[in-house]
């Protein structure tokens, strides 16, 4: 455990007086970093921390994958081309190829891949627009507690009022309906199939319908595999097109590459970020259903759409996807972090925990008002680094890389119990 | 020059049957590319090309600049921590540190730094939502031709009709105005103002203007001094907040630091990407008058807003601003440059070319329909990179690295010229 | 019964030539009317309907009330001033009394009234821009099948997908939520509250909440005391203002001067027209919770907000509401008509008719398509005007004028299930 | 002239403590009217008015015109239907076939005729839908210091700040250009066809252009024939539809039926109201070029749509413009009112006075702030129904009835030139 006397020789006096008061995480998590291996951190004091947050998703393959490393390492000095907007480099070449072999047909999927720049807001935003210009219609349908991005395509389909706030103008062309098991009282996809069959129903037909299978920033919510099945046939039935913003979910988190696999649906337009490039660095795509595909030349565009440090980064991480092995290893890993998770909550009836998740994105929700945040707090004075989600905050979310061994997973969750006694004895 | 049988042997088809439609400049620039150095790239046949492109800005200190490369070797090496989302790093420290000493302190500029993502169109996002949300006012004023970006926010202040169709939306809250020299018949600020003052214009009390000092996608279209000086005093009168989206024309790409300094105005809002890592790698900050930083904790955010292979990228190419030297050295080749483009049209008077832009932010405007898209693909044939801009592509536009050297420039402009002449013999 | 022989007769080529194809009504009553007086019509033939229409609820009291016209043509031959804006007359004087004493008062209501313009959509209109400015939100929550009129902010709060494609843009600022009993599944107001509690539902803290307590165009549907009780509960909650649009509810129509009597609540806003000024001449009034009346003098202006005809006639009408007599007749001919519907559908249970409504707003929904319409086209053959309405047409409405006799009501009954017998035989 | 005394005597406390604080004409004229006729108001004291005012434009006819006033009577007197929707009426074929034979046909006009609802802002709602419709364009452009009405649609495309301020959301899918003369430094129809050819202006195809071309509200602005047929042809060349807004300036107010006329364009939309029934009822059409009337059945609809009282009075109205005389005498007076007002003027060359207007619609324009309007309260002390006009109220407008004599004209204009005296040496 750090003590509070070590950590007050930290010095965060230059991002106190220089960096934006939108500075969030290094207000939950007051050090400096400075290394990274694998699912460890350390700070500039040496302190270890193990990771449960995975850059918030972005870091599934750990930190400094070694041969990501040596890869990169050797890329750049032998002076191979960094930057190149969207221009064929040898790089992309292999990265496209990689990825056709060993993503999509396996899976018998046919999208082309576009390169949207190198974030989960590009993808997003690219995918509405897309969405938008091919059916000529302007609403998208999106989910309470759905998060999408920041840019402000993105946040009309995001859900969490304060973020709209930010917007600073009204949000507008898109309806939010209930996400799945939103409300015991409302069945969210008959209302939805009510609205679109009744002409009278005030809900324009939608271009599109964008949904998270796991709603990572909204509280770790689960659609069930039928719900997602009953979106899929409506989006056929009214001829909506279906986006599935993978960006946080996918990349194996839940279990599989894409998280839609296990419910068998077909996304005409998909979202891939966060640990698409491997290593952390920035790198996103849209998958477009072929026929869909009717961008003109240079219609959406963008400086970082060719960061070949993410081509190859992003080839080497498909290295994991090449048998089985890796999805099949995630699936147990989650479902023992899943049953400790239940056996915490267990042994502390009057916290009313929930756990929820699939794979290895699971979180804690807790009723008692600030309580989740008390244990991430607690948790990071104990050397795990993990964050809430949803829209209270009420959520402490389990995110640790998939590579994370035994040993690794066995301490981070022997902290986060700790903490959880440790703050219930604050209360 | 690369002989026609040498092209037919890239092989581009992994391109054209996987990648989106939406793909541009690989479609001019038809060969797969492989390594780079300074002003140079080299495809996979080994053939050698002059870049007067610069990653369409992105690449003012040239690709592969030895002490950038070594410091993110060294990095990798260390296993220093690459992805951290908004924590505190010592990467981000160094980088902040030395921005305030080498940038922000010598001219005398007081902004708190936000990282709003990595992209261009993150940084204009973001200071579009801080503008409204601090003045409560919907309305941003922007100029013809202006280019900001292409998620929804962005491209509803961006002039360009088929980039804004793409949206599939009507785009709103913005106000196009003419930009400086736009028409003779229109004394564009007059006119902005006249809006202003009349409780009868119809135009909404502004938030924010937002402008590019010189418009780099809208035509090399270079704004005066004077003009500028105007747009800032509107501002201050009316309490208008001024954006200035340095993103392209910024990172001394028109002889000083900011595009702004000749001008000695003090944008309220400043946008920086593109070149701001100094190595092609996906990096942007927004700057922000101190009083003006009114975003509570996390209320725009993103996952890529902590790349430090970028902040250690982007701390090394400050060592070119820490004397004079450097932007010296680019007035000193961006007047020799435009007076070898004056030479060249001198010698064509009947093609009607005229000579725009500011340091090495360059172009020339061709009146001939496609002309300088065929000049650009002559040149290709022989080894230079260059794009055209303008609305409808009219201008040749060149961007050298910074760094480039006499042989270089000498060179590249020789072929420029030979391009014009046998692009014209082909009329 | 008119024949067909007669008809062909009527001269309707200047109708067909020279007015719009917008022109509707005209298209399912194809003579030329001529006279009406009381819950009478007569054509140019000489031909008599009986009127269960009553001007779409614009007629409750009759067409032609002697008193009214009394006073309209003594206002008149005595230069009466008939336009006056909104300046000070003695008609409007005498109206406003009236209205204080005969109906705020004695339901200890009270409310600012405004003069938004003489029709529907000119208090709704008036009712949404103030709920906006008082409140500074931007949304407005309407229900599915609502209609609250044409014009643009009117039309972004009607459920109908025909009429919201006339608007040539898409509507925005609003969300459609399930009216009372829309669909079985969904508890509509736990929805409602379950999205405003949420702070990630993606629907933003409305202004203000519009409704009918009745739905006429949407196909009469009737919202429950209880749930307009919860409606206005929910406001309460979170500040939101309740705007009832009693435009065809109202004045009577289903048993009290306002339709939202019986539940007991008391809407911030109230928007009147059709029936108010009594004669069916242009009118309309918006209703103002005193604190709520922050217009700035001609912040909202219109030509004709000074009708005195109206005025004058509207204050006759005033006289029906001196005593409880006539709210009674109403709901002693309601429950009479409703039950007289309720035996004509029970003698053909395969039509699967459902009676609706409350008061003399009463409707007969039938499932097969295009039902309704034929049976109001036989009516129509039979000397009985009625109309449908809801999304798809499927409802025969009845809006017999409040002041119609036993006579007029039994042989228009009479007639209206003869209609639905031939109907059914000729399907 | 009206004492204090007898001021002090009018009670104007119902409407004080009543009437919503929107009210503004009867702050203006602190009196309560009771009868009018021809071009005379009389209050309930007595005292008598002259009407330069003319219901902003709705009294071209003067109150009360004896013809149509018997028509009514007599009308009422047989119960004459007086509400029938849009249903087929013989008030309403007369008042078709009168329009077609004497409006339309001499001038060669051919339009379909809507019934739109009865007020101007339902014919310019009407309009904007229409033309967004045909087109699938969003963008409207109208003109600075435009007035084209309060609801939400009507208002987007009217200039005044105060008045778009109550529609308390931001207003979309316009763009408003400079009207003509708006600044000498602009020559505004260059610029709008700059943009319109500008494939990088910023600005989107628009649907339609709409303007008055003599601005009643916006300050007596007169557009030139020579800048009207200059929009008309930008209008062909760029097939964006030209809706004329001629619900003040219409109906013979500017020496014309249509105030286009003398400028020979033709417009593809036109909106009339106001003075359209003669006798100050509502009353509303919208003109549509026959190949534009793509309307399906009860596309737009509206309950006072068939306001048959006003059909009557329109019809009446009809026969001033049977022959040329009443244009003629229209002109007249409009110049010899122009010439005294220009003497009124030069008189007090320190005003900077400024008679603008055209026909029967003019003004005098002040450079004092606020003097305009002393100048009506000091004319309204005399006897004189004057009101001001313009952003700031800068201008005093003059709308007498068009049937006004010689006798009512000089007495008007006496009382003006005594107020300007009066309002000048209270300085």
Chains 1, 2, 3, 4 share one sequence.
Not at 236 to 264: H, K, M, N, Y
Not at 313 to 322: D, I, K, N, S
Not at 374 to 381: G, I, L, R
Request: include cysteine; hydrophobic fraction near 35%.
């Amino acid at each position: 455990m750090i003590t509070t006397s070590e950590m007050t020789e930290t010095d965060l006096s230059i991002f106190e007086s220089l960096e934006s008061e939108v500075r969030s995480y290094c207000r939950s998590f007051p050090t400096v970093f400075e290394k990274a291996k694998g699912y460890k951190l350390w700070d500039t004091q040496g302190t270890e921390y193990i990771d449960f947050f995975s850059g918030a998703g972005a870091l599934n393959y750990g930190h400094n994958d070694p041969v990501m490393k040596k890869t990169l390492i050797d890329y750049l000095s032998g002076d191979g081309i960094v930057h190149s907007l969207d221009m064929a480099t040898t790089a992309k070449e292999q990265f496209l190829k990689r990825f056709k072999e060993v993503i999509l047909e396996p899976r018998n999927l046919d999208y082309k891949v576009m390169f949207p720049g190198p974030t989960g807001t590009n993808t997003v935003e690219s995918a509405l627009k897309l969405a938008r210009k091919v059916t000529g219609r302007n609403t998208v349908i999106s989910f309470t507690r759905a998060f999408h991005g920041m840019t402000l395509g993105s946040l009309s389909v995001t859900g969490n009022a304060f973020k709209r706030k930010g917007a600073g103008i009204p949000l507008s062309h898109t309806v939010s309906m209930p996400y799945d098991n939103y409300d015991d009282n409302v069945d969210s996809l008959t209302l939805l199939e009510r609205y679109l069959e009744d002409e009278g129903s005030g809900i324009d037909l939608p271009a599109a319908i964008i949904l998270e299978t796991v709603q990572g920033e909204g509280g770790i919510n689960v659609a069930s595999s039928e719900w997602l099945k009953q979106v899929e046939q409506i989006c056929r039935r009214w001829d909506i097109l279906l986006i599935v913003d993978d960006v946080q979910a996918g990349c194996g988190r839940t279990g599989t590459f894409f998280s839609f696999e296990p419910a068998g649906i077909r996304p005409d337009l998909v979202c891939l970020s966060k640990s698409l490039s491997g290593f952390g660095v920035p790198f996103a795509v849209t998958l477009i259903r072929p026929d869909l595909d009717q961008w003109a030349p240079g219609e959406h565009n963008g400086t970082f759409r060719g960061h070949n440090l993410a081509f190859l980064a992003a080839t080497e991480a498909l290295r994991f996807w090449e048998t089985d092995t890796f999805a099949q290893e995630i699936q147990r890993k989650g479902k023992k972090t899943r049953s400790s998770l239940e056996q915490m909550i267990g042994k502390h009836p009057d916290l009313n925990g929930e756990v929820r998740g699939r794979g290895l994105m699971l979180g804690i929700a807790f009723s008692g008002k600030g309580f989740a945040e008390k244990v991430c707090a607690e948790a990071f004075q104990r050397g795990l680094i993990m964050e809430t989600s949803g829209p209270d905050g009420e959520v402490a979310k389990l995110l640790p890389p998939l590579i994370i061994d035994h040993e690794g997973l066995e301490k981070g969750l022997a902290i986060l119990e700790e903490s959880i006694t440790e703050t219930k004895k604050a209360l």
